[in-house]
């Protein structure tokens, strides 16, 4: 196994120039149809009704879907996935999104571990056994997960991606949303990039994330749902989820204005 360094890498010769996407995170209400972007990323967390999924529904200007297969929210709550690959390769057909992610198995620390998935290096070779089994269906434009949480873990998973021939254009890098610090978030998705030729989506990267020059050069795409949540600067209360519709639309008028505006910025 290679060791891991930390150094910071500066973004490819392919991403330079490029104009990053921006995926906004969908909650499955019915605030999903009123979200005016071309970029929207849903969560199969959000479609999953017990026993079968309910259909996606977004606004008519939505270009670009990505579907994601929602291990984040399962794995918080009950360890493994109510669903198989067949049943999320089924949704998938149905509902021709984009992209969309394989079935990986998050590695933050306080996520619910079971049986024979308790390592993190295990929760690795179980994304790396699912992906092998969506990837049979190249109709779909997937997009693999490389998975881990400290460094010498994103890069056995690397390995493994490399070793079973399972790359895909665009790659996602997984456990980052629930970093706090910024230059540890930015050696992960460095470390990934110096270690893989595809374009990088950075899972729960949001705005004081983006703010980073070099985390934004890095990546190709994006996601977040913390425009959901209020903030001082346009509303009287902070750090909670609102209830109503109109705030819900607010809060993304607000932070929709933020992204275009970083965005423009950056590619100054």
């Known amino acids: 196994m ?4 930390s150094s910071i ?12 996407k921006f ?6 209400s019915s605030v999903d149809r009123k979200i005016d972007y071309p970029y929207v990323l849903i969560s199969a967390a959000t479609l999953w009704g017990g026993k079968r999924f309910r259909e996606m529904h977004t606004h008519e200007n939505v270009k670009e879907v990505f579907l994601d297969s929602g291990g984040f929210s399962f794995f918080y ?3 493994e996935y109510p669903f198989s690959v067949g049943q999320y390769v ?7 999104p984009q992209y ?10 306080d996520v619910v571990r079971k049986g024979n998935l308790k390592t993190n290096r295990e929760r690795i070779d179980k994304t790396i056994e699912n992906a092998i089994k969506c990837l049979e269906h190249e109709e779909i434009n997937w997009v693999m997960v490389v998975q881990g949480y400290k460094g010498e873990e994103y890069l056995y998973s690397i390995d493994r991606i490399k070793e079973q021939g399972i790359e895909t254009d665009v790659m996602a890098i997984g456990s980052l949303c629930v970093r706090k610090k910024i230059d540890e978030a930015r050696r992960i998705i460095s470390l990934v990039r110096k270690n893989t030729k595809a374009k990088l989506h950075g899972f729960g990267i949001d705005f ?61």
């Not at 995926?23 to 499955?28: A, C, H, S």
């Not at 969309?100 to 620390?109: K, T």
């Not at 983006?210 to 977040?224: E, G, P, Q, V």
């Not at 750090?239 to 100054?268: A, T, V």
Request: aromatic share 14%.
């Open 90 to 96: 089924s949704l998938i057909k149905k509902e021709e």
């Open 23 to 28: 995926f906004f995170g969908l909650d499955g």
């Open 208 to 268: 004081r994330f983006l703010k980073d020059t070099r985390i934004f050069n890095m990546l190709y795409s994006a996601d977040s749902q913390a425009w959901k949540w209020n903030n001082r600067a346009y509303s009287n209360a902070k750090g909670y989820l609102p209830k109503s519709q109109e705030q819900k639309l607010k809060n993304f008028k607000f932070y929709k204005e933020r992204i275009e505006r970083l965005i423009r910025e950056q590619h100054l």
């Open 9 to 20: 890498h500066v973004a490819c010769d392919f991403e330079r120039g490029a104009r990053m």
């Open 100 to 109: 969309a992610a394989v079935m990986d198995y998050p590695c933050e620390s």
């Open 2 to 5: 290679r060791e891991w360094r």
């Open 77 to 79: 709550k009950t360890g």
